[in-house]
């Protein structure tokens, strides 16, 4: 599509790399913003190329937004939103620095509508003690819900990246989490800022241990599934080994926010799953947030025919089926819903059911059963 920057970008930036795109039809325009950017280095820059088709060939028509050590912000990461209502467009990245911000976008060229140097409204970001690290930006709008949702990646990269969710009424925010608390909010001292939908984990059964899950995109289908999108690379992956895209069937809690499956996603579909079916063993994952965020194992769980079970050989609780696709889990003060669908079991090559849903502090919880 694109072998090497334009020159305005290079004479900008000093560098031929280009990362994140994303592309998105304008009437019968196709419009493909790019980072260009060295790693490590502020001096960065997100340019627009345009195309009738595609696959391109694409022609570059500016820089959007550029960004140096003068500013508190990194140009990387751009990923594009439409007002559901006006249709004006907007473009939001993430820069590491200085948190995710979202500019306004001209309607008839796709650049900057207050050039290429306003680095516009931060929409979230991170305390220093956490090396402010937050990019990947990606923000969706369910028509069901009536809110915009942002996802961003938290933290590094090379270790312990995870995805975080914030959700508003307005595509400009503010973006609040699961707590009511703004995505911008500094105070964070425990690392819980951001309702956090996925991790690195390790399920018991499987070979391989998957880390830094994030810098995700959101697919709805025209059959109104809703897919996650991102990187991942497994725990002993080496330095420049490229990374694995996982895609995963994303579902939506009764509250209204996102769950994924522990599993990629393989052709299943939400189905009905009877009681007897539900019976057995199952391996269990709850996504609590940490410091650092390291890879979450899994802890084995039993359902038994009676609505009884047993979690870690040591917690009795009480299951039972709500509905087709959902049950609920009590024990001490905590009640669990926890969606229920057939999945693929890619690790030990058979199809299995999974568990994806939240507690009542809206910490999820995955499973899938042995």
């Excluded at 997100?46 to 595609?54: G, M, Q, R, W, Y």
């Excluded at 590094?156 to 009511?180: A, C």
């Excluded at 089926?321 to 609920?328: E, F, K, M």
Aim: net charge negative; proline share 6%.
């Amino acid at each position: 599509m694109l072998e090497c920057p334009p020159s305005d970008a290079k004479e900008w930036t000093n560098s031929d790399a280009i990362w994140a795109p994303d592309i998105v039809k304008v009437g019968e325009e196709y419009r493909l913003y790019c980072s260009n950017s060295s790693w490590g280095v502020r001096q960065s820059c997100i340019f627009l190329a345009v195309s009738d088709k595609p696959e391109g060939p694409f022609t570059p028509r500016g820089l959007v937004f550029r960004s140096s050590d003068q500013i508190p912000v990194n140009a990387i990461d751009a990923g594009l939103v439409t007002n559901h209502i006006t249709g004006q467009m907007y473009m939001v990245y993430g820069s590491f620095w200085g948190g995710c911000h979202i500019i306004e976008l001209d309607p008839v060229t796709g650049l900057a509508l207050n050039g290429p140097d306003d680095y516009g409204k931060c929409l979230a970001r991170r305390p220093l003690w956490a090396d402010g690290a937050i990019e990947g930006p990606y923000i969706v709008y369910n028509k069901e819900t009536e809110y915009y949702y942002l996802f961003v990646s938290y933290a590094s990269l090379k270790s312990d990246y995870n995805i975080r969710v914030g959700r508003s009424k307005s595509v400009m925010g503010p973006y609040l989490d699961h707590n009511g608390r703004d995505m911008t909010d500094l105070s964070d001292v425990d690392n819980t800022l951001g309702y956090m939908i996925c991790c690195g984990y390790k399920f018991d059964d499987d070979a391989i241990c998957w880390m830094g899950p994030g810098h995700n995109s959101v697919l709805e289908d025209f059959d109104g599934q809703w897919y996650l999108a991102s990187h991942i690379r497994p725990k002993n992956y080496k330095e420049g080994q490229p990374s694995t895209m996982h895609i995963r069937q994303m579902l939506w809690t009764d509250d209204g926010w996102p769950v994924v499956s522990p599993e990629e996603y393989a052709g299943e579909y939400v189905q009905a799953v009877t009681a007897k079916q539900l019976v057995g063993d199952y391996e269990r994952i709850r996504l609590q947030p940490m410091v650092p965020q390291g890879m979450l194992t899994s802890v084995k769980m039993t359902l038994r025919a009676n609505g009884t079970g047993m979690l870690a050989d040591s917690v009795r609780f009480k299951w039972q089926q709500l509905d087709d696709i959902t049950i609920q889990i009590t024990y001490a003060a905590t009640t669990e819903k926890l969606k229920v669908m057939p999945a693929w079991d890619h690790e030990a090559w058979k199809p299995t059911l999974i568990l994806t849903g939240t507690d009542d502090k809206h910490i999820c919880i995955w499973g899938k059963k042995y």
